[in-house]
Structure formats: C-alpha cells, structure tokens
C-alpha cells in the first residue's frame, strides 16, 4: 500500500481541492498523466488513442478559467473515454479494423457533459470489439493487459479503462456495460466500476451493440470519485429515446453517512454457486461481516431464475448486435473492401472488417431471430427476461441493495479461455442480469485472492444508484482495500 502524494496517485475530488487551492495546476496533472502512460502503456495496452496534444491544449484552458476565478465540477481532471463511444476529431474505432479510421463528427452526450465540466481528455482505450468480449482479447489490435500481473486479462469489455484508471494512466474513465463490462474488468483491476440504470445516462453516442442492454459507466479509483463522475453524465438526453426524464440528485452529499444502520442488504443464494473460486467467495463473504457490523442486516434472498440470466443474454444481445452491425456495409462509414459488385463489396467488407467473436455473434443472433426460430428462442427469451425482473422486483421490496461476488474468479491467464467461448462467457454470470432487468449496480474492492483483486457487487433498484453509492462509500470507509495499488504503479511512483 502506498500513500498519494504522486499526481498521478490521487483521487479525482483530492486532485480537485489541490487544483481550486493553486497547489496544483493542470498542466503538471496532466503532464504526470501523460508521462506516466508514455512510461507504462507499452507493458499494458491500455490505450488504442493518446490525444497528448489536445490534453495539454484543455489543460492550458482549465488553468486559465481557474486565473480567471472560474470553476467546474471536473476542471482540469485528465480522463480517458472507451474507444465505443463517440469523440468529436478523434478517432474511435470500437477496437475493430472495419472502423479504424473512423473519425466521428460530433461528440457522445456522455463526453460533451465532461467537456463542459471541464475534464481533460487524455485519449482512447483499447477494448473487445464492438464491446463484445469479456477479456479485452477480442481487440482487433492488441490485448491489454492486467496492471497486476501483466500476464493475465484485465477483464472486459471496458478492460482499457479499467487497467489505466489501476495503474494510474488516467484518474477516472468512462466504459460501456451490456452485460458486466464496467464491473467485471473493474473486479479484476481492484478498482470501483458503476453500472447505472437503464437510461440514466445517455447512449446517444455510444455505438450501438444491445440496445435493450446498453449503458454508459464510469471506472475510478473510489466510490466518491465514481459519485463525482456520475452526477456530471447522467440526467436527460432528448436525443435518447430512452433517456429518463428523472432528477439527478447531488450523490456526492449524500455520500455522508458512515454507518449502515438499518440498511437491509440481500444476499441472493443462487450468487454463491460450486463454480466460483473459494479466495474469492472468502473475500467477498468477509466484505458481508464487515457492513453487517457497520450495522447493515444481512437477509438471504432467492432470485430463482438467475439460472437462465447467461443463456437469456446470450440470445438477446447477439440478436441486438446482429441487427445493429448491419449498418456496417461498406458504403457510409468504416472500411471498404472494394470488389466486383455491390454484394461482393458487402461480404468482403465485413469478412475483412470483422472479427472472430464479432462474427460469432453475429452469426448467433441472426440464427435466433431468423423464419422458425423466433419463436422458439428470441420470443422465449424476451418472455423469461421478464420473470428474471420481477425476482429483482420481489427481491427490492424486502431489502434495500442486494450483495454477492462480482466474477466468479479473479483475473484468468491471457489466452487460457480465447478457444473456449462458454467459459469465456461465464465470467460474466453474476453481471447479465441486471442489464437484463434494466437496475443499477457497482463493484467495489474487497480483498485479493492469489495476490489478485477480488470485486464485491453490490445491484439496486431502478434509480437506485445514491443508495448504492451510499452503502459502497460507508463499506469503504471501514476498509482500505481502494488503496491499494498495483505493484507496477507503486515502482513508478517511488522510482523504483
């Protein structure tokens, strides 16, 4: 465990008290930044885009509106965007050959809110193809790798963010979740990653791979910092038709309160399966005593059919994806693999452009949503998403958030579950569902396993994220596992 002192060990809101005191400017932030990842991304992979210049550019301009006595909520503070979501001038390519050079016109909702808030965008992180993986190894262009051990996945399919936000290369991130893609990389990298609501922020930007399932998160180093971030990006988007027209409240004063007295938390017995590895049903049955003597009240609850969550997914978000990667055919955007006629170009396109995984799933829910099997697939699986969400439903009326593991394991080798998809698959087993039902949920640090890090997640109702936040922050207050960094870091930042 190190202290931060280090620019490039601090919080966001410590970086921030540092920067509104002139203790700090935000030039020498973003230059530690920038310095740090030119020292570490060549081992980690993190990022597909570095905008070094344009960094330093809006770190120039956050300190002169600070001279100028202006404030924002994040000025100055140097962050990174998953390379799925649209950045106005800059490349973003989805990890995939057929957008490779795209360059997007305008800016995702999610990124012109951390634009106006004052954030310096540090570049573009590296993650699975179209977001479709859970290892960050469906890349079109290289694996990331984990700041832990640099051998191993760093989970995914937000694995960029999450591995530079661990190892210091950016102070907080924003990442994609269809079906646990913020949380699960965020368990394997030790650090705090937040699921919101279905349409609490935006996807206008995001590009597309389960429409039903899609949603903006945020990566950070603590729950605060996460509270920070999603009060700038959530709140209404009239060009998302499934944005929420709700309030966002300040979740960061709602932090407050230490102690869970009278918060009732579920543990949902189908969490705590045979499969899941015993460092981490340890570290995560530990992190439970620990808010039970905070003073929460720990009740078992049942989701029963959390059993059908992995294959609803599956059947649902490649029917999604098969439809919404129709678009790319060569003629508007994205690669062109010119050939004899207008179907020739169409198929080389996409056999050049997409990847193995992409293809699968494509190839998945094509087959599920084709004449004959609709029925007998999709319509079902639309049919047992709804008795997956009135468990949730039954479950939210007696407690208050529900608790179990994030992954069932903790970060595996790379390559030792690329030729196996179904146990690639399950490492998502305990995030699908609450994409599926729409809630909101967070994984937080709680110990380590085989000197890795384990994530607890906690999942909450509909608009439930202060009350999640609340509960994350006090669990962090009486625990210091936030603080720990990974030993690559720590060499740097001692000059080891």
Known sequence: MMHATEPCELSIHAALELLRKRALSALELTRAHLERIAALDGQLHAYITVTAEMALEQARQADERRARGEDAPLLGIPLAIKDVICT????????????????????????????????????????????????????????????????????????????????GCAMGALGSDTGGSVRQPAALCGIVGLKPTYGRVSRYGLVAHGSSLDQIGV????????????????????????????????????????????????????????????????AVRKALRVMEEAGAKLVEVSLPHTQ??????????????????????????????????????????????????????????????????????YLKAQKARTLLRQDFEHAFQQVDVLACPTTPDVAFRIGQKLDDPLQMYLSDVFTVSLNLVGMCGISVPCGFAEGLPVGLQLMGPPLGEAMLLRIAHAYQQHTDWHTHRPPLAIQLSTGG
């Open 308 to 377: 059908y969550g992995i294959p609803i997914y599956y059947l649902i978000a490649t029917a999604e994806a098969s439809s919404n990667l129709a678009r790319y055919d060569g003629v508007r955007y994205g690669l062109r693999a010119e050939a004899a006629d207008m179907w020739q170009t169409l198929f080389r396109t996409r056999a050049l452009g997409f990847g193995r995984e992409v293809k699968r799933r494509i190839m998945l829910g094509t087959y599920a949503l084709s004449a004959g099997y609709y029925d007998a697939y």
């Open 219 to 282: 990566l950070t180093r603590d729950v605060r910092d996460a509270a920070l971030l999603l009060r700038v990006i959530a709140g209404h988007d009239p060009r998302d038709a499934t944005s929420l027209d709700a309030p966002v409240p300040d979740y960061m004063q709602q932090l407050e309160d230490g102690d869970l007295n009278g918060v009732k938390i579920g543990v949902p017995k189908e969490y705590f399966i045979s499969g899941i590895e015993a460092g981490v049903e340890s």
């Open 88 to 167: 106005c001038g800059v490349r973003t390519t989805c990890g995939s050959r057929i957008l490779e050079n795209f360059v997007p016109p305008y800016d995702a909702t999610a990124v012109a809110r951390l634009r106006e808030a004052g954030a310096v965008l540090l570049g573009k992180t590296n993650t699975d193809e179209f977001a479709m993986g859970s290892s960050t190894e469906h890349s079109a262009f290289f694996p990331t790798a984990n700041p832990w051990d640099l051998e191993r996945v760093p989970g995914g399919s937000s694995g960029g963010s999450a591995a530079a936000v661990a190892a």
